[in-house]
């Protein structure tokens, strides 16, 4: 009778991985992981979200990137030259490096794929970083013979390296013009990468497979640079909508490393033939509040709901302990967090019934959005709920799928305030970039905000970055366009057969450190 329970149980898993009962063909080597939802396409920096951008980060590289320590270094540049008035970058390119298709690539390549993301024709959202409407005013990319790029900006801006390296944006990958179809429409991604795109089962997995011809950095692996010298020949992600799903498939052996939340990562610690790894991110856990909102628009009334949450308990709740409440959008681990970064509205219940009242509030609904996807979207929304309940808001929960809270968030409406998460932002002025600005997207518009924010990403001088910071905080915290809770704490559960695994402060897999033992 047990057998048979057991195996039944394994029919179903197979299932709810997306295997349908029938295991994956065979490899030379394959590392199994998952996914909370399906990519939302194949295009880099057009078709996007988190997840998304792991499994292209695997495919595309870009000129430069982000080492593990938040800097930036070179990737498919041999090395750059910046001009004494900090307005033109000189990139050289690596020789010898291919595309999936076997072509070399050139510098011509580089200028197509420039202008694929920041073109006037370019689909993606990332144009806007470079066209002057949100700072960077490129003037000029082009391609000076076979192995020289040059961008001249408009007037010098400190943080266009990171931008170029941004992780939504694909790093601004350089791919090989075949990517699309002869009447411009998108087809799949000719990347650099070590993996190469391979089955996709929309709904059920996702495979890569290891470019045989990679032309690999010298030296260590470096955050997303470095040498990257794949060994494992497939990496396959299962669609997985439930993080219970995810940990009693890999306790089965039915996935080799998955993303797990506090509690199974204090069951799994002690068990043998597996492993934890715990590492604090950038990745950023908030509520946002839309101050469009005809109730939401009293700033008394987001003060009074920042003063009913308390991000210490939430937190320490949903880490089993091992995280704590850091309310401002920087990071902990950034140079520019500092004890004025540490400041947020404290959880005091009577101060938020005196706000309410002053401002006449009367009951109206105020609706929380949020998804059960992992992360803790839904639990932490919950919690906020009963808090909110306690100080006297009529607070309702509303659980949607991830695609329709994600297009809430893109068009700036359809809700009040949502369970949210924003992918790391590796300089202090990004972090408050990803929420602020005039697109509908961004949850705080106010001008002064706007105006500061956009100077942080001017000034080279770190003192003058920290002073901007520092007032970008005091700010956020008067005016509450969102009540941050904390820097997540990424849990990570694996198969003792796994071996490589780093994990680091962008939150990302790199799959091609990961090596499966005999």
Same mark, same amino acid.
């Given at each position: 009778?047990?057998?048979?329970? +057991?195996?039944?149980?394994?029919? &179903?898993?197979?299932? $709810? %991985?997306? /295997?349908?009962?029938? @295991?994956?063909?065979?490899?030379? !080597?394959?590392?199994?992981?998952?996914?909370?939802?399906?990519?939302?396409?194949?295009?880099?920096?057009?078709?996007?979200?988190?997840?998304?951008?792991?499994?292209?980060?695997?495919?595309?590289?870009?000129?430069?990137?982000?080492?593990?320590?938040?800097?930036?270094?070179?990737?498919?540049?041999?090395?750059?030259?910046?001009?004494?008035?900090?307005?033109?970058?000189?990139?050289?390119?690596?020789?010898?490096?291919?595309?999936?298709?076997?072509?070399?690539?050139?510098?011509?390549?580089?200028?197509?794929?420039?202008?694929?993301?920041?073109?006037?024709?370019?689909?993606?959202?990332?144009?806007?970083?470079?066209?002057?409407?949100?700072?960077?005013?490129?003037?000029?990319?082009?391609?000076?013979?076979?192995? +020289?790029?040059?961008?001249?900006? &408009?007037?010098?801006? $400190? %943080?266009? /390296?990171?931008?170029? @390296?941004?992780?939504?944006?694909? !790093?601004?990958?350089?791919?090989?013009?075949?990517?699309?179809?002869?009447?411009?429409?998108?087809?799949?991604?000719?990347?650099?990468?070590?993996?190469?795109?391979?089955?996709?089962?929309?709904?059920?997995?996702?495979?890569?497979?290891?470019?045989?011809?990679?032309?690999?950095?010298?030296?260590?692996?470096?955050?997303?640079?470095?040498?990257?010298?794949?060994?494992?020949?497939?990496?396959?992600?299962?669609?997985?909508?439930?993080?219970?799903?995810?940990?009693?498939?890999?306790?089965?052996?039915?996935?080799?490393?998955?993303?797990?939340?506090?509690?199974?990562?204090?069951?799994?610690?002690?068990?043998?033939?597996?492993?934890?790894?715990?590492?604090?991110?950038?990745?950023?856990?908030?509520?946002?509040?839309?101050?469009?909102?005809?109730?939401?628009?009293?700033?008394?009334?987001?003060?009074?709901?920042?003063?009913?949450?308390?991000?210490?308990?939430?937190?320490?709740?949903?880490?089993?302990?091992?995280?704590?409440?850091?309310?401002?959008?920087?990071?902990?681990?950034?140079?520019?967090?500092?004890?004025?970064?540490?400041?947020?509205?404290?959880?005091?219940?009577?101060?938020?019934?005196?706000?309410?009242?002053?401002?006449?509030?009367?009951?109206?609904?105020?609706?929380?959005?949020?998804?059960?996807?992992?992360?803790?979207?839904?639990?932490?929304?919950?919690?906020?709920?009963?808090?909110?309940?306690?100080?006297?808001?009529?607070?309702?929960?509303?659980?949607?799928?991830?695609?329709?809270?994600?297009?809430?968030?893109?068009?700036?409406?359809?809700?009040?305030?949502?369970?949210?998460?924003?992918?790391?932002?590796?300089?202090?002025?990004?972090?408050?970039?990803?929420?602020?600005?005039?697109?509908?997207?961004?949850?705080?518009?106010?001008?002064?905000?706007?105006?500061?924010?956009?100077?942080?990403?001017?000034?080279?001088?770190?003192?003058?970055?920290?002073?901007?910071?520092?007032?970008?905080?005091?700010?956020?915290?008067?005016?509450?366009?969102?009540?941050?809770?904390?820097?997540?704490?990424?849990?990570?559960?694996?198969?003792?057969?796994?071996?490589?695994?780093?994990?680091?402060?962008?939150?990302?897999?790199?799959?091609?450190?990961?090596?499966?033992?005999?």
């Amino acid at each position: 009778m047990r057998q048979r329970t +057991t195996n039944f149980r394994s029919i &179903a898993l197979a299932a $709810a %991985v997306g /295997l349908g009962g029938v @295991a994956p063909a065979m490899a030379d !080597s394959m590392v199994r992981t998952s996914l909370n939802a399906d990519i939302r396409g194949t295009n880099p920096g057009v078709t996007r979200d988190g997840n998304t951008d792991e499994v292209h980060g695997h495919m595309i590289e870009g000129l430069v990137t982000y080492a593990s320590d938040f800097s930036i270094i070179p990737m498919l540049a041999e090395s750059y030259e910046i001009s004494e008035d900090g307005r033109t970058y000189t990139f050289k390119l690596r020789k010898g490096v291919k595309f999936h298709n076997g072509e070399e690539m050139t510098a011509s390549d580089v200028e197509w794929s420039w202008n694929r993301l920041a073109g006037e024709a370019s689909e993606s959202h990332c144009k806007n970083f470079f066209n002057g409407e949100n700072n960077i005013k490129v003037t000029s990319a082009k391609a000076q013979g076979e192995d +020289t790029f040059v961008i001249t900006l &408009a007037e010098p801006y $400190a %943080v266009f /390296l990171a931008t170029m @390296a941004r992780f939504d944006c694909g !790093s601004m990958a350089v791919l090989h013009p075949d990517s699309v179809n002869a009447d411009g429409s998108w087809n799949k991604p000719i990347g650099t990468g070590p993996y190469m795109m391979g089955d996709h089962a929309p709904g059920r997995y996702v495979e890569l497979n290891r470019f045989e011809d990679y032309s690999s950095r010298d030296g260590a692996p470096d955050g997303y640079g470095g040498g990257k010298n794949p060994t494992v020949d497939v990496l396959r992600w299962e669609i997985v909508g439930e993080g219970a799903v995810s940990k009693t498939a890999l306790l089965a052996g039915d996935l080799d490393l998955v993303d797990i939340d506090a509690m199974t990562a204090a069951e799994l610690k002690d068990q043998p033939n597996f492993s934890v790894d715990a590492a604090e991110s950038a990745v950023w856990d908030t509520y946002l509040l839309n101050s469009d909102d005809p109730v939401l628009s009293d700033v008394r009334i987001r003060r009074a709901m920042a003063h009913a949450i308390d991000p210490q308990r939430i937190m320490a709740a949903i880490t089993e302990g091992f995280g704590k409440a850091s309310p401002s959008p920087v990071p902990p681990m950034s140079a520019n967090y500092t004890d004025v970064q540490a400041k947020y509205l404290t959880y005091d219940v009577e101060k938020a019934k005196a706000l309410l009242e002053e401002a006449g509030y009367n009951g109206e609904e105020i609706t929380i959005l949020a998804t059960r996807r992992n992360g803790a979207y839904y639990e932490r929304a919950l919690m906020a709920q009963a808090m909110m309940m306690d100080a006297g808001i009529n607070a309702r929960l509303e659980v949607v799928e991830w695609g329709s809270q994600l297009e809430a968030y893109r068009n700036g409406s359809g809700y009040q305030m949502q369970s949210f998460t924003f992918s790391p932002r590796l300089h202090a002025g990004l972090s408050f970039e990803m929420f602020t600005g005039d697109a509908d997207r961004k949850a705080w518009k106010n001008p002064d905000a706007v105006a500061m924010m956009n100077e942080s990403l001017r000034t080279g001088d770190p003192e003058e970055l920290q002073a901007i910071i520092d007032r970008l905080h005091e700010a956020f915290i008067e005016e509450v366009p969102a009540i941050g809770l904390g820097h997540r704490t990424l849990f990570t559960g694996m198969s003792s057969k796994i071996d490589g695994f780093e994990n680091w402060g962008a939150g990302l897999l790199r799959g091609w450190m990961l090596k499966v033992k005999d």
